[in-house]
Each structure stands twice: as C-alpha cells, then as structure tokens.
C-alpha cells in the first residue's frame, strides 16, 4: 500500500508540474502570437500621425481604425523627367519650329560643319538604269557605288552640306519607253538608295530624260524620293509643284534652289512639261514662267541658285540661247547659276556679276572618257564666299578625283575656255 501511495504523490506533482508549464508555455505562445500580429498590422505613433492606418489592441481583440479620407496625404506619382529639345535659335526659329508650314514650303533645315557658313557642292548626270553600262558595271562590282566612284571624291561630296545633282531617269517598273526616242532611261526604285550613299541631299528633274517612260514611271519617280525623305526640285504631279524652290536653312541662311529645262527645244515635247493639272517638269524654253519664280524666291531667301538643264549636247560653247538667259536670270535675283545637258565641261562666266557655269558635265552617267568636276560654293550671310572647280574624270563607268599634273591639266582647259575668269591651282575662282 505504501508503494502505491508513493506513486500517487509522484503523479499528482508531475501533474502541477504540466499544468503550470501549459499555462505558462500557452501564455507564452499567445504573447509571441499577438506581438507577430502587431508588427504585422500596428503603425508606430509617428506613422499615425502621418495619416497612417492604426491598430488598436481593446480587450484582447485588434480593431482597426480607418483615418478620415482628408488625413490621407499620398505621396503624388513622380512624372518621368521630359527630355527637352533645345528650341531652335536665330532669325529663323519661328520657321524652324513650324513643322507643317516647313513641309507644306518644301523647307529643309540642315545641320552644317561650320557655324553660319554653308558648303553646297554640285555635281552633272548620273544614270542607274541597269540596262546600260555605268551602272551593270556596279552591280557586279563587290562594293557597289564605293568601287565606282573614287574615295576621295565620295568624300569631298559626303563632307558638303548639301549635296545636288542631275538625276536623269525616272525610277519605276512601270511604263514603256518613249516611241521614237533614242535614248530612254529607268532605274529600280530601290537604286534610289544610292543617292544616300553619295552624299546627295536634292536632285533636280527638270531634264529631258524624267518622262522617258511615260506618266506612270514619272510619278513613280516622285513617289519613291518621296518615300525616302529626298528633296526633288524642277518636277511635279502638277505646274504648282513642278515650280516650287526647295529651301534649305543652314547655319542660320536660307537658300532657294530652282530648277527648269530648255530641252526639249519643241513645241511638243517627249518630256511633258507640268499643267495646272497633269504632272511633268517646270519648263523653261520661254522663260517668263521662271524669271517670275527666281524674283518670288529672292524676296523670301537669303541666296538663290538656278539650277538649270541648257544647252547643247557634247559642245563646249553656250549656245544662244543660254548666253540669252543667263542675265535674265540674273536679273531676276540668281546669286549662282548652274547649269547642265551637254555632257562636256563648258565655260564658267561672271554675268552682270553673278558667276554661272554653263554645264558641268557627265558625272557618272556612261563609260567614256569625259573630264568633269564638283563644284563648291560656300556661302555665309554676306553671300557667295567661294566658288571652287575641283577637276574630276569619268573614265571606264567610273569617275574619280584628279591630282597633281592630271589636275592641272583640267585647270588648265577650264581657263582656256573661261577667259574672263580667274582659276587658281587649287580651283578657286574669281572674277577678272
């Protein structure tokens, strides 16, 4: 009986012993519970006082209390930081930040390599027509354009600020050639990327070869410079469009360049000159029409160039009838006169003190053995700084600078032919 009373005392103290580690331990539990359930819904006085939510610990049970919605200060969303463009500057920084009214004016703005200066340089022909051999050479050269053209001379075009030639071609796949016309020219639309490559920045179409292939392929050729952001001067889908100037503003200097064709000499010519109507090319044969657009653009530039399609074919001679345009041109309020058409280089003259250069020749347009050049003008806000013959050789479908003797060689002809003017060694020209 002793041994079994013994073991009721044991139990009984095990007992108190679990019955106060139960209590304790479960208060303990709960205690570790309520302060887990607090960190996670309490706010610390000072987030109260921010409008925070707070928790109230009342008789065991956790209320919360919901601020006034007018206590709730949010922090406002942060806006990501605008990139502002800086507004353009200058005499013309109304036009230039007129978007539609510049592309509604066919207005250019170009960045140029030195502040208030501008280099344009000029270039004659060019044709991309696959079927004939200037350019079936470059689609079998490796680098294209690059093995055509000398490096030298790709970069004395891509260093320009604005680079102009003669594109004589309509771009399309449509059309048929022109019944009866010995020459008809068309190139690829994607051939037009070309022009990128040489630096050119416009092309006149005011030439006797646009609308070789009909009305269709012309307006394809509108189409496809349109599409690639190329100014085009001298053509259009109608007399409005086919008269416009381009304009460029450059270092703070706006320049309107025109654009028109003599050729054909005939009343009914291949290349249909533009109507009120129908497109075409801004004509010139009677030149009322242009004197008018050349004195518009003067009235709204700083400098105007005509850039012109005359003469003729493969004769180093001004004919009559440039010899008689040119000063009305002049007169009219052309600063520098280009011209092109005849395929050979022909003199360079100061007329009633405007320089003109009659023709400047084939550039890249055939494989014959022709000498031709670039032209430099550089132009700041006092006009015409420098005018510069630089002698180049289109030999082989390829055309490339010329140095040392082969280029005195050109200079030389240049003078011989344009008595009235001076040329230095380095091409600068100047009025005697």
């Known amino acids: 009986m002793k041994k079994k009373r013994r073991k009721k005392k044991k139990n009984h103290f095990l007992n108190i012993l679990l019955t106060f580690w139960g209590v304790f331990g479960g208060v303990m539990i709960l205690g570790i519970l309520s302060f887990l359930l607090y960190q996670h819904l309490g706010k610390t006085e000072t987030e109260e006082k921010e409008g925070t939510d707070t928790i109230e610990a009342v008789s065991g049970v956790v209320v919360q209390t919901i601020p006034e919605p007018e206590k709730i ?168 469009e086919a008269v416009k100037p381009v304009y460029f503003i450059a270092g703070d200097i706006k320049i309107a360049i025109v654009s028109a064709t003599q050729i054909e ?70 600063d520098l006169i280009i011209g092109d058409h005849s395929h050979c280089l022909q003199p360079i003259q100061y007329v009633n003190g405007v320089p003109v250069v009659y023709s400047l020749g084939n550039f890249w347009f055939n494989s014959k053995e022709l000498d031709t050049c670039l032209v430099k003008a550089v132009i700041d806000e006092n006009g015409l700084q420098s005018l510069q013959f630089v002698p180049a050789l289109q030999k082989g479908c390829t055309t490339k600078m010329l140095h040392d003797g082969e280029k005195e060689r050109v200079l030389n002809y240049m003078r011989s032919i344009s008595p009235k003017v001076a040329i230095d060694e380095e091409g600068f020209i100047s009025e005697k």
Request: proline share 6%; with cysteine; net charge negative.
């Open 265 to 334: 000499r005939m009343d009914n010519p291949d290349t249909k000159g533009a109507t009120e109507t129908t497109p075409g090319v801004f004509r010139c044969l009677k030149p009322d029409k242009l004197l008018e657009v050349v004195e518009e653009a003067k009235q709204n530039s700083d400098f105007v160039i005509v850039y012109i399609h005359w003469g003729t074919e493969n004769t180093a001679e001004p004919d009559w009838l440039q010899l008689d345009q040119a000063p009305k041109i002049a007169d009219a309020g052309a």
């Open 73 to 240: 200060h949010e922090k406002p969303e942060q806006e990501p930081e605008e990139i502002q463009e800086e507004a353009p500057k200058g005499k013309y920084a109304d036009i230039l930040a007129d978007l539609p009214y510049m592309k509604e004016n066919n207005i250019y703005a170009k960045e140029t390599a030195i502040e208030n200066e501008v280099t344009i340089a000029f270039a004659g022909d060019i044709l991309f027509d696959p079927s004939y051999s200037v350019m079936a050479s470059l689609l079998q050269r490796t680098n294209g354009i690059y093995d055509s053209i000398s490096a030298d001379l790709l970069e004395e075009m891509n260093q320009a600020d604005i680079m102009m030639v003669n594109n004589e071609f309509p771009y399309s796949s449509r059309g048929t050639p022109t019944e009866g016309k010995q020459f008809t020219f068309r190139a690829r639309p994607e051939s037009a990327a070309i022009l990128e490559d040489m630096g050119v920045d416009i092309v006149s179409l005011a030439n006797n070869h646009a609308y070789d292939f009909g009305e269709d392929a012309f307006v394809d050729t509108l189409d496809t410079l349109s599409a690639m952001g190329m100014p085009y001067v001298g053509a259009g889908r109608n007399l409005e």
